[in-house]
């Protein structure tokens, strides 16, 4: 009830498949961050593409509590 008519969504995930985690919600302003642990090289592309914002290398969430604050 208390997130019913919110409408702004800030994904998080660590796989390109969690993008599905939005489905069926309806949103106005979508951001996807994603956090590229393994594969660099083979994943990258692929990250860069489906996710707004990529975080590399195990990273912490200093960038995302950064990025709320401004927000």
């Given at each position: 009830?208390k997130?019913?008519?919110?409408k702004n969504?800030i994904?998080?995930?660590?796989g390109?498949?969690?993008?599905g985690?939005?489905?069926g ?10 956090f590229l642990?393994?594969n660099f ?6 990250y860069?593409t489906?996710?707004?914002?990529v ?5 912490d969430?200093?960038?995302?509590n950064k990025l709320?604050?401004k927000?």
């Open positions: 009830e997130i019913k008519n919110r969504v994904l998080l995930g660590d390109v498949n969690d993008i985690m939005v489905e919600f309806e949103y106005e302003n979508l951001l996807k961050v994603g642990n393994f090289k083979e994943l990258e592309s692929e860069k489906k996710f707004d914002i975080l590399e290398g195990d990273d969430f200093n960038f995302i709320i604050k927000l």
